[in-house]
């Protein structure tokens, strides 16, 4: 299977067509209802809104570059807007600025569950079309929410790598996005749900969440600070790629005894991927942000053309494969992209190329 994903992901960067479909993505299952195509169905003259979490965040950048892509082979107008600072309010003030503009479609990574609601809610009273993709709104804020794997699968890769690259037992600490990032919270959740269920996590010592905000600075001075809070720390687990990158470059530079795991782009996390004690990072895992991108824009395609309602069972198809809408663990719905990657010495120096 990691054979068939590479292949694939390494043809991008030859062909024509960016999106070929990644890894993890699997064929919808048989169903009663008849799917849409969110590519045959007319997009064209139809306006898809893009609302990152951040500016200045490669994931985020990489993200927009798949659905602007997306909506331009749609025959759509994409419109990317970034917010000012990684908040709530911020994200606010642009959604606004989208219902001003009229357009189809609001495809929103949030910085917090709750707090985009009220806005939403009257983007969809003006008739727009709403999703989330990446970090989810609540459930009833949006259609559906295009997530990039699911939940305990992500939880359990990381817990998994904890407990690995400690040997089983010690302590860990985990260096997060925001502490209202929706999906980083989930994934955190997750992660202690594994400890306390399987007795095997019984050893490990979860000494502290420390959030980095997504900004590269404060996201180095969490690593530092971690270093000096916890002097028998093992491992820090950073699900941001932001955090990740920061801290896998405070290790190496300090040449610390201290690993790290999470989520990180090849091409960032390159150079601190390896088994010695010269590199910081042993593996990590992530999915390609540009097909999270541009699934986030045939969503909003199927959305706006009808082709789907966000109901679970709902399906339709795209030049990334058949979908399906499934039941998300928040009550609402959500379309996964596909599971996560292990991204280690083997195959870094191939993918840090593609992404």
Not at 114 to 131: H, R, Y
Request: aromatic fraction near 6%.
């Amino acid at each position: 299977m990691k054979k068939k994903v590479l292949s694939l992901l390494l043809c991008m960067t030859m062909a024509v067509g960016l999106f070929a479909a990644c890894g993890g993505n699997s064929k919808k299952e048989e169903s009663d209802k008849s799917g849409g195509d969110a590519k045959t169905e007319s997009a064209s003259g139809k306006t898809f809104a893009l609302v990152p979490k951040s500016a200045g965040n490669p994931f985020n950048e990489k993200e927009a570059e798949g659905f602007q892509n997306a909506v331009q082979k749609l025959g759509g107008k994409a419109v990317v807007q970034y917010p000012e600072s990684a908040t709530a309010d911020a994200q606010i003030t642009v959604i606004q600025s989208l219902i001003s503009q009229k357009v189809d479609s609001i495809c929103v990574a949030a910085n917090d569950e709750n707090a985009l609601a009220a806005a939403l809610q009257e983007a969809k009273d003006a008739g727009i079309k709403v999703c989330s993709v990446d970090s989810a709104v609540a459930a009833s804020s949006r259609a559906v929410h295009v997530n990039q794997a699911g939940t305990d699968e992500i939880g359990s890769a990381l817990i998994q790598a904890v407990y690995d690259i400690t040997g089983g037992e010690g302590q860990f600490a985990i260096l997060s996005a925001s502490s209202q990032a929706t999906n980083q919270n989930a994934w955190i959740s997750s992660m202690k749900s594994y400890m306390e269920k399987d007795s095997k996590y019984s050893k490990l010592e979860l000494v502290e969440v420390a959030y980095g905000d997504d900004e590269a600075q404060k996201s180095t001075d969490q690593t530092q600070a971690l270093l000096q809070k916890y002097p028998k720390l093992k491992v820090i687990c950073s699900p941001t790629t932001v955090g990740i990158s920061a801290a896998a470059k405070v290790l190496q530079d300090k040449k610390s005894s201290v690993k790290l795991t999470g989520l990180g782009l090849p091409s960032e996390m390159a150079a601190y991927i390896g088994n010695d004690d010269a590199h910081s990072c042993p593996y990590m895992f992530l999915w390609n942000p540009i097909d999270l991108g541009a699934l986030g824009a045939y969503t909003s395609a199927a959305l706006v053309t009808g082709s789907i309602k966000g109901n679970e069972g709902d399906t339709f198809k795209c030049d990334l494969g058949d979908y399906k809408v499934v039941k998300a663990s928040d009550g609402g719905t959500e379309i996964i992209l596909g599971a996560p990657f292990k991204f280690d010495p083997s195959n870094i120096n191939e993918w840090k190329s593609v992404y």
